[in-house]
Structures are given as structure tokens and as C-alpha cells.
């Protein structure tokens, strides 16, 4: 085989953009490694209801190789405090694209790769992916002349491994918009026919979990990766600013609460009858208790009872029980996260 003309870092989510832009570049005879990366919200393929899925099928197809890369506290800082700010809710696109290519700079340099590249679409999606963002994005990143999106390369200006004709840009593609006929066309060529349908995003787009996000960051600095997975698990409500409850709502919820619990945390649980589980996490005075066991009791199976026992402790060997009233529904409401 050929020697590789050259050697290019690619930002991988396994969804369909970013395999084509594998494949553009791999079809160049250019050595490519993509990168997948991992966070916290989601929108990688630890994730099934995000954008992105497990990318090592369309690897092993295609024969190119795969890291991953945990992006952990850095992403936490940007989504707290993101330079370009927040979409709709607490995505801050711009700014985790930023981090991610600085990321990927740093392998590039790393393992003496030429270029870095990603399957962004000009205009295709809000925020991130307009043309001056675009640019932004290069500056920041430390990667301008160096980035080069091959779905768009053609309505782009050229980037150094064109000029120094490691990429044919004759060969990349000149892709705008939201369609993604074009797209499909070199699917098809490529025999790439296992894709996911593009999606909204990670869980930092969603209007319940990004509410239960701004709480805890305004409550909790540093943020502690336990508490950032127990946003994933069932109903929340702010008890004090101390702290708050987490009620799980079926069977697989309770199995993740006792999970994530620890020896800190109060566990209640109405025993007499279907309960779920409910974790006080945070310091809480004896109000607190009261109004968790009376929410404990207002999910439970008797929650039209007039009083309904709820165990509460750390472990077995402190547990104590109390007779409650269920909580009023117009009460949670103005606790609800
Ligand atoms: S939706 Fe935005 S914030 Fe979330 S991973 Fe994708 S680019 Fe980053």
C-alpha cells in the first residue's frame, strides 16, 4: 500500500456526519485517528438517548482507530461559566466545541498528526455551526488554518493541509444547510448504511435536566460527579438550600439510587407498602426530614391514606420510623425542580 500522505485528527460521535468526514479524509490516503469523547451529559455513546452511539462498529468497518477522551471537570467549568454563553437551555455548544478541538490539538501535536478535522455542516445547526462561530471556534481552539470540516471544505476558505496538497480539496465536499440529501448520497457510496437519525443533542438540551443542573451548581462548588449522575434519576425537589430529594419513580430508578447513595445520605421508604426510594442528600434539619418522609409518603401506594409510616436512616442500624400525613401536590410544586 501506499505510504499515507499525511495524518489527520478526527472529532468522532460515531452519527453520520462525522463518519463521512472520516471517510473523506481516509479516501485521501491520509492516516486517520478519530476521537470520541466522554462527559458527563451525555451526547456520547455511554449515552442511548443522546446524539451520538457506540462508534467503534463504523471503526472496525472502515478500519480506522478510535480514543476516547473523558472530558470530566473542564466541561463541568464551561458549562458553568461558558465564555460564549448558553443555547437554550444549559448546552453552551460553542464553547464545548472549543474545548473539545483544544483537546484534540493536543494529540494532534502530541503524535505529530498534520491536521484536525470534524464533521460540522455550515448552517446546519444553531449556534455552533454557522460560518463566523465556525471561525470562532478555529481561533479559540488554537487550530486556525489547521481545522478542516470536509462536508463544507469547498465553501470554506483553504485550510494549510490544502495549500500544502496533503488534502485534494477538489475531493471534499461543498455541503450547507440543514438537508441531508447529500449526506445520504455518500452514505450510500461508501456502503455506510448503519447510521443514526441526527438527534437534539446532550442532556444539557433538555429543558427538566438543564433546571435540575442550574440548582445544583448554584447550591454546590465543586461540583461532585455523583451528584452531577444523580440529575439522570427520578423526581427532585430543593428541600432548603441545604438540601434536596430525590424520589425514584419505578423499580430500575431505585436500583440507581441505591447505587449512587452513600453512608451520608438518609434513605426513606414507606415498608408496609410499594414505595419508592427517597434520598436526602445534604445536611437537613428536622424539618427537612419531616416534609422528605411526608414526599415519601405522597409517592408511596398509600398516598390517599391519612398517615402512612416512613422508615428513614443512613443504614439499618439507625433507622427510625415516623406516622405522616402525604405532602400536598400544591406544596410540591413550589419545591419541584
Ligand atoms: S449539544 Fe452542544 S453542549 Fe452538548 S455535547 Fe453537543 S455541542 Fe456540546
Redesign the pocket.
Known amino acids: 500500500m501506499e505510504k499515507y500522505r499525511g495524518h489527520g485528527i478526527g472529532l468522532f460521535s460515531g452519527g453520520l456526519d462525522s463518519s463521512l468526514a472520516v471517510l473523506l479524509i481516509m479516501k485521501q490516503n491520509i492516516k486517520v485517528t478519530a476521537l470520541s ?1 466522554v ?1 458527563h ?4 455513546f455511554t449515552d442511548r438517548s ?2 451520538s452511539r457506540d462508534p467503534f462498529p463504523v471503526a472496525k468497518q472502515f478500519g480506522f482507530e478510535v480514543k476516547l477522551v473523558h472530558l470530566a471537570e473542564q466541561f463541568v467549568e464551561i ?1 458553568r461559566n461558558p465564555k460564549y454563553g448558553h ?1 437554550k437551555n ?8 472549543i474545548l ?1 478541538l483544544r483537546e484534540a490539538k493536543k494529540f494532534m501535536e502530541l503524535v505529530g498528526a498534520d491536521f484536525v478535522f470534524t464533521g460540522e455542516v455550515v448552517g446546519q ?1 444553531p ?2 455551526q454557522y460560518k463566523p462561530q465556525l471561525n470562532v471556534v478555529a481561533r479559540d481552539a488554537g487550530l486556525k488554518g489547521k481545522l478542516v470540516r470536509p462536508l463544507s471544505a469547498r465553501i470554506l476558505p483553504p485550510t494549510e493541509p490544502e495549500l500544502s496538497g496533503i488534502l485534494d480539496r477538489d475531493q471534499l465536499e461543498n455541503i450547507s444547510g440543514r438537508s441531508r440529501k447529500r449526506q445520504m448520497e455518500l452514505a450510500a457510496q461508501f456502503g455506510l448504511t448503519d447510521y443514526p437519525n441526527p438527534a ?6 433538555d429543558v427538566g435536566y438543564s433546571r435540575r443542573l442550574r440548582d445544583l451548581l448554584a447550591h454546590t462548588d465543586p461540583v461532585d460527579f455523583r451528584e452531577l449522575n444523580l440529575l439522570r434519576v427520578g423526581r427532585h425537589f430543593r428541600l432548603d438550600d441545604r438540601c434536596k430529594l430525590i424520589v425514584g419513580r419505578d423499580e430500575m430508578e431505585n436500583l440507581e439510587i441505591e447505587k449512587l447513595r452513600r453512608p451520608e445520605d438518609v434513605l426513606f421508604e414507606a415498608r408496609e407498602t410499594g414505595s419508592p426510594l427517597v434520598l436526602l442528600v445534604g445536611s437537613a434539619d428536622e424539618a427537612a426530614v419531616q416534609l422528605a418522609a411526608a414526599i415519601t409518603a405522597r409517592y408511596c401506594d398509600l398516598k390517599r391514606a391519612e398517615a402512612v409510616n416512613i422508615t428513614y436512616g443512613h443504614d439499618e442500624c439507625d433507622s427510625k420510623t415516623i406516622s405522616v400525613a402525604p405532602a400536598k401536590d400544591a406544596l410540591l410544586e413550589t419545591i419541584r425542580l
Open positions: 469523547f462527559t451529559f451525555g451526547c456520547d443522546s446524539c458549562v443555547g444549559m448546552n453552551s455548544c460553542i464553547d464545548c466545541r473539545m445547526r449556534m455552533s437534539g443533542g446532550c442532556l444539557l438540551t
